[in-house]
């Protein structure tokens, strides 16, 4: 794929333009710059393997090639679900998130295995934190699943030589499913393919500059080890700001078409390699033409009138030239790919020609109504189909209830019928007695122990007690202001900054210096009796009810138990000084 390959003419000059194919990225306001025709055009001049895709609906983008089902290879590898994850959460994970995922990703093989480790790890006792990030992950998971597991999809990526296109448009509400599609091709590309180039629409979309997405991470390594093979990626972006920096450094060929917002022009302008003075300004992007732009390599930078794929060169160098202009061609509109020739004015024959032209519109408006119209009504099938996938989904990963015996035992209990007792029945002396010998002939016999009989529930009881009192002594340990803090995080139940508990806790005015000692020395309080800690985003939390969980759930003590030994502790608080 050395060969270089003509783009277009250069305007002015009328001089042929080529490129040495690399990594390229071509950016314009959609419809108005001709990013897909220019795609579309080094495509079908090159002759190699290329995969595109259309993501929206009634997308009119790549007239010519071979339609190919959708590709998707279930995973769960770790990498994999960190970026499912910061897709979600919109940031990238710290080291300690991704040593949690690593754990719940072994031994799975799939995204529905991985969801039910997660889904089961919820069920565990977990801080706050955690819960929060695998409450995300399985929120995500169980929009996506349901989705995939609707869709036919084919096993093998079998590319045929020419334009490859994998038809999105169904999608088109669901990005989620769009970047998992699109994400197993690049990687099935990137180890199963040579000489190929990946064309990826929408870099918005599917490389976020500030949120994560699946496609991020296998871009990176594509667009990085990719080239050694000849693996291009081609990148179709509407404008720059909102797409991510890291792959955007490896693209080394850069055509630049038409923008009108005037932050988008200005970082166009900053991407042409020129010296200032010789730079374009912001009114020569903003009135470039359809299929002008500034096409940016390693070697040059020139202002190109990029050919379609059908037209003639000698009418594109007129359009070059300005001898022709744009709209006096007759450019395809829809699916169908029509021949195209320039108009030719009008010829005074003997027998007049028939002009089909508004025929020809009025038929190409009606098939792109008739094609919205389909895609609309394949929508609502697949709407319907995911509902019912989802309830299967749902019936599936159900928990299993276990059997509790004394429910069962208690039911049974109450449908034995219960002999009606007329008269009430003393037991007499003799029986007492014979009571009595049978008791002491089961106490031990032998040495001089004495053995004290204590019901098991009267232990249990104890053993609350003593935690109860336990947990009481530790707080009463406390200073004034380790209460107070101690009473506010509890009230608020999320992470609280220093900054917060100075301003809210401590009533402290803001800007007030010296503040930040007191509150940590509280915390540290807090945590030396195990009732609140510090995390490392530096915020503090409140953990008065696993505590008293920890000490008194081991006895056996329920839910109510521990509601009511934290409530008293709460009234203890009140109780106490500064409140």
């Given at each position: 794929m050395k060969k270089k390959v003509l783009i277009g003419f250069e305007i002015g000059t009328g001089e042929k333009v080529f490129l040495t194919p690399d990594h390229l990225l071509v950016t314009g306001v959609t419809q108005y710059s001709g990013k897909t025709t220019c795609l579309e055009s080094l495509i079908q001049r090159l002759g190699v393997k290329?995969?595109?895709?259309?993501?929206?609906?009634?997308?009119?983008?790549?007239?010519?090639?071979?339609?190919?089902?959708p590709f998707f290879k279930d995973k769960s590898d770790w990498q994999f679900i960190q970026s499912l994850l910061e897709a979600t959460l919109g940031e990238k994970l710290k080291g300690w998130d991704r040593s949690k995922i690593i754990q719940l990703s072994k031994?799975?093989?799939?995204?529905?295995g991985f969801k039910k480790k997660v889904d089961e790890r919820l069920n565990e006792k977990l801080n706050n934190f955690e819960r929060d990030i695998l409450t995300n992950l399985q929120a995500y998971l169980e929009i996506v699943l349901p989705k995939l597991q609707s869709?036919?999809?084919?096993?093998?990526?079998?590319?045929?030589?020419?334009?490859?296109?994998?038809?999105?448009?169904?999608?088109?509400?669901?990005?989620?499913?769009?970047?998992?599609?699109i994400r197993s091709v690049?990687?099935?590309?990137?180890?199963?393919?040579?000489?190929?180039?990946?064309?990826?629409?929408?870099?918005?979309?599917?490389?976020?500059?500030?949120?994560?997405?699946?496609?991020?991470?296998?871009?990176?390594?594509?667009?990085?080890?990719?080239?050694?093979?000849?693996?291009?990626?081609?990148?179709?972006?509407?404008?720059?700001?909102?797409?991510?920096?890291?792959?955007?450094k490896q693209i080394s060929t850069w055509c630049l078409g038409y923008q009108s917002e005037i932050n988008e022009v200005k970082h166009t302008i900053s991407q042409i390699p020129l010296p200032p003075s010789k730079k374009p300004k912001p009114n020569d992007i903003m009135t470039l033409k359809l299929g002008e732009m500034y096409v940016c390599t390693r070697d040059f930078v020139k202002k190109v009138y990029v050919m379609p794929f059908w037209l003639d060169e000698n009418k594109a160098k007129k359009i070059a030239l300005g001898k022709l202009k744009v709209s006096e061609l007759d450019a395809p509109e829809t699916i169908t790919p029509f021949k195209v020739a320039m108009k030719q004015p009008e010829k005074v024959t003997e027998k007049p020609s028939i002009d089909f032209s508004e025929t020809t519109k009025r038929f190409n408006k009606?098939?792109?109504?008739m094609r919205t119209d389909f895609f609309n009504k394949l929508q609502e099938v697949q709407e319907q189909f995911t509902k019912v996938y989802s309830d299967i989904f749902e019936i599936k990963n159900q928990p299993k209830e276990e059997i509790n015996e004394d429910t069962i035992i208690a039911k049974v209990l109450q449908k034995i019928p219960v002999t009606q007792v007329t008269q009430e029945v003393k037991p007499s002396v003799t029986n007492k007695e014979e009571i009595i010998k049978e008791v002491l002939a089961r106490v031990p016999s032998g040495g001089m122990k004495v053995y004290q009989v204590a019901p098991l529930e009267k232990l249990k009881k104890d053993f609350l007690e003593e935690a109860k009192k336990k947990i009481l002594a530790d707080i009463s340990t406390l200073s004034d202001n380790a209460k107070k803090t101690l009473k506010y995080l509890e009230t608020r139940g999320v992470g609280c900054s220093v900054n917060e508990l100075a301003?809210?806790?401590?009533?402290?005015?803001?800007?007030?210096?010296?503040?930040?000692?007191?509150?940590?020395?509280?915390?540290?309080?807090?945590?030396?009796?195990?009732?609140g800690y510090k995390h490392s985003n530096g915020k503090s939390h409140g953990k008065l009810k696993d505590r008293i969980k920890e000490l008194i759930q081991v006895h056996g003590a329920k839910d109510?138990?521990?509601?009511?030994?934290?409530?008293?502790?709460?009234?203890e608080l009140l109780g106490g000084k500064n409140d």
């Open positions: 290329a995969v595109a895709f259309r993501t929206k609906l009634g997308e009119k983008s790549f007239i010519q090639g071979t339609i190919i089902p031994g799975t093989n799939s995204l529905l869709i036919n999809f084919s096993n093998e990526l079998e590319l045929v030589d020419g334009l490859n296109i994998i038809d999105l448009e169904r999608f088109s509400r669901d990005v989620e499913v769009q970047s998992l599609i690049i990687e099935e590309v990137f180890y199963k393919y040579k000489d190929t180039i990946v064309i990826l629409p929408e870099a918005p979309k599917f490389l976020p500059q500030k949120r994560g997405n699946p496609c991020k991470l296998v871009v990176e390594q594509f667009i990085r080890e990719g080239a050694t093979d000849n693996k291009l990626l081609w990148i179709d972006s509407q404008d720059l700001a909102s797409t991510d920096k890291t792959p955007l009606e098939l792109n109504e301003m809210k806790c401590f009533l402290y005015p803001s800007g007030a210096g010296g503040y930040s000692k007191i509150v940590n020395e509280s915390i540290a309080e807090l945590k030396v009796i195990l009732v109510e138990e521990i509601e009511q030994v934290y409530n008293h502790i709460l009234m």
